[in-house]
């Protein structure tokens, strides 16, 4: 070798401390401790082998490639899906907004006001970030081998998270804790700003509440362990029926995202739903009357009409022998009437909100005194039929018509002052979006508009938790009649459906006396007839606060109910069901607050204490009524033809 190559490199340490002779060892001084020996460097880690595809026995070659392809498969079909769908909306970009919700202003005007607040700004952002660090923090602990509390948990009843996995896998339950966090932030963050107009704040907070829920690390296939063990289990074969699923919900939306709630071919309309024995006795254009079969040898003397909503079709009160609201009221000894509300398509697209008072309660409640032979009916009201109901109550009062007995409200409200989330789609800009579809659509608003807004109210429960379980998991959605009956959504004709949420949403006037009716001024203080008002605890529809306010406006005696549960399982709860309680107290305090605090607590159904009121303003007992016996003749076998239209 040439003295250049044999020289040490100028930069290496190593070689030029071996060029050099070793150095003595200096013996220790006095009194001075020897130098402890260097602790043995610890042994590398084993570095894991690299894959080699060779290895892989023919079991696993074969899952891999049937995952691949199975991967590729859903892929294809999602892209190809959405293409379609793309292409569909094109001749209509309106479809295609950016802000569907209208928020943009709110939200704009919110943005503004919190930075104008530095300082708040600030201190929210300080304690995002200590939470953080102790979330950082536990995980480093629970790494140790420690089992440290939560930093934040799910809300009671938030079922996002139930798999064990979000719990006992460390790198899943820190996604969980910091969405919750990020999530509580954001919400927190909006719900506290001030100086905003009180609708507008509610408007982005409602917006804000559903981004963060669209964006839950369940909602995602990456980060879901659930989908995650699905797909590997099955070779990707889930995701693959997942995909199916996903285009037959576009298929059945007309190139809209139409999530299937539940199996719809299993329940058939007079077969396993809306099965009690009965007659139509009389149609018109807006609703059939049904007549039940009575289940005793005598009957109370005054019948019941029921008004259920035109949004929804009646069955709600009929879904299964063993909850049916019907049969258990044909079981008490009452004659049982129901209006069957059409399914209005665009030849009614003009209807209009007195129109449906007109044929609907007027024409409704005398065929059922001329079948009966009788000079009064009670009736009943749920929801946007007790909205209804009322109105007509206030203007009957105006004409001195006494024919209604007495009058029941299922969760229906007359002042809507604190009418639930709902009023958010009731600002101008919602209301010409809706027109324009209705305008689209014939005059008519479809069914499925409907169903969608409802279902953006618990867009957890019923949009998210089925769209994890019908695309990540691949899974068929179980059935459930409720379901059913909550899809099958009636069409809305344009000049009712706006005059309703202009009127009573938008300006609530019914409540300030300022509503007209066919030349006839509304006043519910006028109105003397005997009022049952149920509301229900957890009802985000109709509130219980804004029905206990619509309450107070009768100028009779009124009965306040108020359930467990929500808008459906608070009103639809059958005594042999044993299931939540409800309170009850007389009299009217000035707020709802008040009242709870004095009404005594019952188990169980609120249906038995309603039955006891209802038939003190039933009259005598009269010899059971056949339908098929009365004046008209009957036009055909209950549940009727208007319930069997699907929008």
């Known amino acids: 070798m040439s003295d250049q190559t044999a020289a040490p490199a100028k930069g290496s340490r190593g070689k030029r401390a071996a060029a050099k002779p070793k150095a003595k060892a200096k013996a220790a001084a006095p009194n001075q401790a020897a130098p402890k020996p260097a602790a043995p460097r610890p042994e590398p880690a084993p570095r894991a082998p690299a894959f080699d595809p060779a290895a892989m026995s023919g079991d696993q070659r074969a899952q891999v490639e049937k995952l691949s392809m199975n991967l590729a498969r859903a892929a294809l079909t999602a892209q190809g899906a959405i293409a379609e769908m793309a292409l569909r909306q094109a001749d209509r970009p309106a479809a295609l907004s950016p802000d569907p919700f209208h928020v943009a202003p709110a939200l704009t005007e919110v943005m503004g006001r ?39 948990s799910p809300a009671k009843g938030d079922k996002r998270f139930n798999d064990p996995d979000w719990a006992d896998n460390p790198v899943f339950d820190v996604m969980k ?99 009690a024995p009965g007659k139509v006795v009389f149609r018109n254009e807006i609703i059939e009357l049904l007549q039940f079969s009575p289940t005793t040898e005598k009957v109370c003397e005054i019948p019941l009409l029921i008004f259920p909503p035109w949004i929804n079709k009646f069955y ?19 004659t049982v009437f129901v209006a069957s509300w059409v399914n209005p398509d665009a030849t009614l697209s003009a209807k209009t909100f007195e129109d449906y008072m007109r044929q609907g309660i007027y024409e409704g409640t005398q065929a059922v005194m001329d079948q009966c032979g009788v ?10 039929g007790g909205t209804l109901l009322s109105s007509t109550l206030a203007h009957m009062a105006a004409k001195k018509d006494n024919r209604i007995a007495s009058a029941t409200f299922f969760a229906a409200q007359q002042d809507f002052s604190e009418a639930g989330d709902l009023l958010l789609f009731a600002n101008e800009d919602w209301l010409t979006e809706l027109e324009r579809k209705m305008d689209e659509g014939g005059g008519v608003l479809s069914g499925q508009t409907m169903a969608d807004t409802f279902n953006a109210l618990r867009s957890n429960d019923l949009i998210w938790s089925f769209f ?55 006043d519910l203080g006028k109105v003397k007839t005997p009022i049952y008002v149920q509301s229900s605890k957890e009802d985000h529809i109709a509130p219980a606060r804004s029905v206990f306010k619509g309450a107070k406006l009768f100028g009779g005696p009124v009965t306040f109910t108020l359930a467990g549960s929500g808008h459906i399982a608070g009103v639809i709860n059958a005594p042999v069901a044993n299931k939540y309680q409800h309170w009850t107290l007389d009299g009217l305090p000035e707020t709802l607050e008040a009242w709870q605090s004095a009404a005594v607590e019952a188990p169980g159904s609120w249906w038995p ?30 549940p009727g033809e208007y319930v069997k239209v699907r929008s």
């Open 114 to 152: 919190l930075a104008a607040q530095p300082d708040r700004m600030m201190r929210a952002q300080a304690d995002l970030f200590s939470q953080y660090l102790d979330l950082w923090q536990a995980t480093t602990r629970r790494m140790g081998g420690e089992t440290p509390e939560p930093v934040v």
């Open 177 to 275: 804790q910091s969405y919750l966090l990020t999530a509580n932030w954001l919400n927190g963050l909006v719900s506290g700003v001030e100086g905003v107009e009180p609708m507008e704040k509610r408007r982005v907070e409602f917006f804000m509440k559903m981004l963060t829920d669209a964006f839950s690390p369940s909602n995602f296939l990456a980060s879901n362990p659930q989908a995650l063990r699905e797909v590997m289990s099955t070779g990707g074969e889930s995701l693959v029926k997942g995909m199916d699923n996903f285009v037959s919900d576009l298929a059945r939306g007309g190139g809209q995202l139409a999530i299937a709630q539940t199996d719809y071919e299993m329940f058939k309309i007079g077969e396993n739903v809306a099965t």
């Open 316 to 334: 709600i009160l009929d879904l299964r022998p063993e909850n049916s609201m019907i049969r258990w009221l044909a079981d008490q000894g009452i």
């Open 375 to 384: 000079e009064q009916v009670n009736t009943v009201g749920y929801c946007i």
């Open 468 to 522: 994890v379980n019908n695309y990540l998991m691949g899974k068929e959605p179980k059935p459930f009649d409720l379901l059913f009956w909550n899809s099958d959504q009636t069409r809305m004709p344009k000049t009712l459906h706006m005059f309703y949420l202009r009127n009573f949403y938008g300006e609530n006037k019914l409540a300030k006396g300022e509503l007209v009716l066919d030349g006839v001024k509304l």
């Open 609 to 638: 204490h309603w039955a006891r009121w209802l038939k003190a303003k039933s009259g005598k007992q009269v010899p059971a009524r056949d339908p098929a016996k009365g004046k008209f003749k009957p036009l055909g076998d209950a």
